[in-house]
């Protein structure tokens, strides 16, 4: 948006004053450079190549995965530039407030002068003005000035123009402009970056994102919403040739106590509310439950499978022809024992090392008393154990697991001003690629015979579509009929 | 399945045919008794009894071949109504490189329509045909219609992918017309008497329909990139979230961003911005392609 403009239309206000080191040349200065076009594509080009990085080399990864992919000394290094995480760097982020500095500086200084071309254009200018234009033409014209004159303005305006005209005894001088809007349109880009910049500030600071593991009917409090959430089901729908559909979640929400929406989340669907947005984010199986177990039932002096019974979760199971009463008390994905606590516990989400905790009764027989015990048994090592006392093994056979949902929950009140943002770039963009900003000047000069139509104009960018239109304006006035 | 396939063949043969008719337009082109004198259009120099004909037919065959490839689309489109209830055409790699061509094909016609410039269509068909092509290598299992993903399973799909395409193909114009300005900067450097260049229009013309693409691309790319954040604020919690085919984008919006403020200042005019739109093109072609297979993410579908 520099200056193709000329100086004699818009003549400065005040005449250039003596160059010093005063506060007003220094201030001029600053805005001169935080204003200019080079600093721009600087940024512009900094930006490109720096975000590079973060594409080439893994983010937000652990030391040792670095360490391992590029050595500790290379390690070190990119921990000093910051290029594990490149674009929440100091620097990669003063980059972009540079951005908005250079494009808020751009707006104020050459917003203004728009806006008073917008509102006040002003006629005068000389004729050496006209001619020295990069499209100009001197037209003679058979007619009198007058009407030479007007038939120029009605022309203009036919093609949506805005034209001021001025009528002197020896010349008519006319001006034309349009498509300032492109300008304008310029200049709303200019802002936009600003109020996106805003918009993800405020989201950073104002809002969260975390992540929940849920599992079918439990009911999770929300802190950060003081209200609660239920799972009510999660499954997944398949396609016909058994590729994913989709994965679903129904979620409803609980108000101080009372059920207030039921959704049902999907992975392009989240739920909102209050604010706080509940995305289908993943999902897995449960490491400290399952929903059914099946055991075998051997017989120790046989080894022959005296029965096979599948085992709902923590619920008793009679089998009286044996004379057992089964029940399934705990399972866990990647069996651990906490030597200090006594405790078992999984020490990954990953189904590792599988295993159940039975309740076994066995009722007194002629051979033994009864056994009661609690086994933990192991789905990859069958015989590790056995229970004293029983006549029976144990072998877990196979189980289905719980399934969780993962959902992210997510709030950011700075999304809809990134929105307002988005929307005034994109607007801005539009405009000022497809609409160009025309000024022409015409000065009609009476002659020995008819007059003398000198026709000169410019624009900022599109110069051949402007080269046509001269041309056939030119033409237009050639044949003017007065 | 067949059936589409068969159409997207049908096209890549019809743009080669168009291609070398293009071409063979350039190179029977002779120049006349004198080119059109500076500053009038309609000076269409005269040449040796085969240009205009083989111009014309270069015509035809890319705007059957556009018909062709919109065929395909809609063929494509159908067959996935079929499997997965969506219908957007361009839901894959291949399918997206089809959607381009088309694109810029339609581009080089309007552009023909306009302006009346044939020469062109040597370079700007000839990228279309590329991506025709290099759509047509690719593996089997990446031009059929499977069914979405649950990420790509939406409404957006039609919009935040189409646009996005659409300003990569204005971007492939731009790289074309490029290619072409600097072609003929060097033959007229050398002062070469090569009669290839009579149908080409003069340096400005090119020049200024290289700026033309870009405008109507960047636009285009800022809307897509837009449309994309609001899909991620829908489908992965988080409007923008730097993974690199989002970044990508935006690196080639900037690229082309530096390179219409540069157009604002004199000397970047020509030569330069010619030299810039291939380089920025070959970006998009990173952006398009290179993010695809070299670096994993969260776009990594096909």
């Not at chain 1, 509102?119 to 003679?140: E, R, S, W, Y």
């Not at chain 1, 929307?423 to 009476?446: C, D, E, N, Q």
Request: with cysteine; charged share 15%; proline share 4%.
């Amino acid at each position: 948006m520099n200056g193709e403009r000329p100086t004699v239309a818009d003549p400065g206000p005040t005449p250039k004053s003596t160059p010093g080191l005063g506060w007003n040349e220094l201030s001029a200065e600053v805005v001169e450079l935080f204003a200019s076009i080079k600093l721009a594509m600087f940024l512009f080009i900094v930006l490109a190549m720096t975000a590079t990085i973060g594409t080439v080399i893994q983010q937000g990864e652990r030391p040792e995965t670095y360490i391992k992919e590029y050595g500790e000394e290379a390690y070190r290094w990119f921990l000093r530039l910051g290029v594990t995480d490149v674009y929440h760097t100091w620097w990669f982020t003063s980059l972009l407030g540079l951005l908005c500095v250079n494009s808020l500086t751009c707006f104020y200084k050459r917003f203004p002068a728009i806006w008073r071309s917008m509102h006040q254009d002003k006629v005068n200018v000389a004729l050496p003005f006209i001619k020295g234009m990069k499209q100009t033409v001197a037209i003679p014209v058979a007619g009198p000035k007058d009407r030479v004159a007007e038939g120029i303005v009605q022309l203009l305006a036919e093609k949506g123009y805005r034209v001021l005209a001025k009528n002197e005894a020896t010349e008519a001088t006319i001006y034309a402009t349009k498509g300032i809007m492109g300008r304008v349109g310029a200049h709303m880009a200019h802002l936009s970056a600003t109020v996106i910049v805003l918009g993800g500030l405020i989201g950073s600071y104002y809002g969260f994102q975390e992540f929940g593991v849920c599992l079918e009917g439990q009911t999770y409090h929300i802190p950060k919403g003081q209200f609660d959430l239920r799972v009510d089901k999660f499954w997944i729908d398949y396609h016909e040739n058994g590729s994913v559909k989709s994965y679903n979640s129904t979620l409803t929400v609980i108000d101080h106590g009372s059920p207030v929406t039921t959704k049902t989340i999907t992975v392009n669907d989240p739920l909102v509310y209050k604010g706080i947005w509940f995305y289908q984010s993943s999902y897995g199986d449960a490491w400290d439950r399952v929903d059914l177990a099946r055991v075998n039932i051997k017989e120790k002096g046989t080894d022959k499978v005296v029965g096979t019974i599948d085992l709902p979760w923590q619920k008793e199971v009679s089998l009286d022809n044996l004379g057992l009463k089964l029940s399934l008390t705990d399972f866990v994905a990647d069996f651990g024992f906490d030597s200090t606590a006594k405790k078992v516990y999984s020490k990954t989400v990953e189904h590792a090392n599988p295993a159940v905790k039975l309740a076994i009764t066995e009722q007194p027989s002629a051979k033994a008393a009864s056994v009661q015990t609690t086994p933990w048994i192991f789905y990859q090592y069958p015989d590790l154990f056995e229970i004293q006392g029983s006549k029976y093994r144990f072998e877990l056979v196979g189980y289905q697991a719980k399934k969780f949902t993962g959902l992210q929950i997510t709030k950011d009140p700075g999304v809809n001003i990134v929105w307002i943002g988005s929307t005034m770039i994109v607007v801005g963009i539009t405009l000022s690629s497809f609409i160009y900003h025309r000024r022409l000047w015409a000065k009609v000069i009476p002659g020995e015979s008819g007059v003398t139509v000198h026709l000169g104009g410019n624009t900022h960018k599109s110069q051949l579509d402007f080269q046509k239109e001269f041309r056939k304006l030119t033409e237009r006035i050639q044949t003017l009929k007065t | 399945m067949i059936r589409s396939l068969f159409l997207f063949d049908m096209t890549f043969w019809l743009y080669l045919a168009a291609l070398l008719l293009y071409v063979g337009y350039v190179l029977a082109k002779r120049p006349g008794m004198q080119l059109a004198a500076a500053g009038h259009p309609a000076g269409l120099p005269e040449d040796s009894g085969w240009a205009a004909q083989i111009g014309q037919v270069a015509t035809i065959v890319t705007v059957f071949g556009w018909v062709v490839n919109t065929l395909a689309l809609l063929a494509r489109a159908y067959e996935r109504m079929q499997v997965s209830g969506t219908f957007a055409p361009w839901s894959n790699q291949f399918e997206a490189m089809a959607y381009v061509s088309w694109a810029i094909i339609l581009g080089y016609v309007l552009l023909e329509m306009r302006y009346r410039i044939k020469a062109i269509g040597a370079f700007v068909v000839g990228i279309g045909f590329l991506a025709m092509g290099a759509a047509s290598l690719l593996p089997y299992r990446y031009q059929t219609a499977e069914p979405l993903v649950p990420a790509l399973n939406s409404y957006w799909i039609y919009i935040h992918v189409s646009i996005t395409l659409t300003s990569y193909a204005a971007f492939a114009m731009a790289g074309g017309l490029g290619v072409m300005y600097l072609m003929k900067e060097r033959a007229e450097r050398r002062g070469s008497r090569l009669r290839v260049l009579a149908s080409f229009p003069d340096l400005e013309t090119i020049d200024e329909l290289g700026y033309k693409a870009i405008m109507v691309g960047f636009p285009l790319l800022a809307f897509g990139i837009i449309l994309g954040a609001m899909w991620a604020n829908y489908a992965w919690g988080g409007y923008w979230s730097w993974d690199p085919k989002e970044t990508w984008s935006l690196i080639v919006w900037l690229i082309y961003g530096a390179y219409i403020h540069a157009r604002m200042t004199r000397d970047w005019e020509g030569h330069r911005a010619a030299i810039y739109a291939v380089f920025g093109f070959l970006m998009v072609i990173f952006c398009f392609w290179g993010v695809n297979f070299l670096l994993s993410g969260l776009h990594a579908y096909a």
